[in-house]
Nanobody
Framework: QVQLVESGGGLVQPGGSLRLSCAAS????????MSWHRQAPGKERELVAD????????NYADSVKGRFTISRDNAKKTVDLQMNSLKPEDTAVYYC??????????????WGQGTQVTVSS
């Protein structure tokens, strides 16, 4: 059974920090690019950050660059998102995503259930 389980969401004041974590199971984690996406009410889901399978490369949305950091631990099969200097516009449901696109075996991708982040005073 493939599972991606997010944790760490909650309510935080503007300027505060949260650390999200995603625990993976049921697939070969170290072959997958991992990413965090978010979706606010009435808006499309957007990519926040991603990290390659070995952790050698990261990518961030312009809106979070310099404030958020994505990391992974292939031994523990986890991917984290450290969020600093949070703003009200960061309020959204945050989703963990795993994707593998192999030339021989094709594309595989999995989504977590999401965790709510609310930034408000």
């Amino acid at each position: 059974q493939v599972q991606l389980v997010e944790s760490g969401g909650g309510l935080v004041q503007p300027g505060g920090s949260l650390r999200l974590s995603c625990a993976a199971s049921g697939f070969t984690f170290n072959l997958y690019t991992m990413s965090w996406h978010r979706q606010a009410p009435g808006k499309e889901r957007e990519l926040v950050a991603d990290i390659t399978s070995a952790g050698g490369s990261t990518n961030y949305a312009d809106s979070v660059k310099g404030r958020f950091t994505i990391s992974r631990d292939n031994a523990k099969k986890t991917v984290d998102l450290q969020m600093n200097s949070l703003k009200p516009e960061d309020t959204a449901v945050y989703y963990c995503h795993a994707v593998y696109a192999g030339r021989l075996y094709g594309l595989y991708d999995y989504w977590g259930q999401g965790t709510q982040v609310t930034v408000s005073s």
